[in-house]
């Protein structure tokens, strides 16, 4: 079976950008306050490191991405099934970052993640309860 150019180019362009490793920002605003922060979180592969600061605080950990399933995507010409091909590319999955700061405070953050669009958002709380909405891009 032969793979249309246009199949081909989009699986490896989905394989470079889940394998890039590259650094994606973050940032936080708290539901009360206004409080805001800034970060990036890097790795590959489903886990990787994030750091964020809020309110002059330094916050560090890991995070971990569960895929979701995958998505089938159909490529081909009308009329002549046996040029179409079927290219598979995780979902959208969910995730979990554990961060601490040098004073033993943490934050627990929960996001949904898309790899099509390199973007995600969800809510970190922090120890103290205080809730922060997450966007990642």
Known sequence: MRIPRAALALVCAGIVFTLSGCAHSVALMARNGGETGTGTATGFGGSGNVTVVVGGKKYVGKWVNADNGAEAVGFGSFGTPSTTSTAFAAGNGIGIALLHAADGSGMRCKFT?????????????????????????
């Open 113 to 137: 993640w898309s790899p099509w669009s390199q973007a995600g958002y969800g809510v970190c709380e922090h120890d103290t309860g205080h809730l922060y909405d997450m966007q990642i891009n």
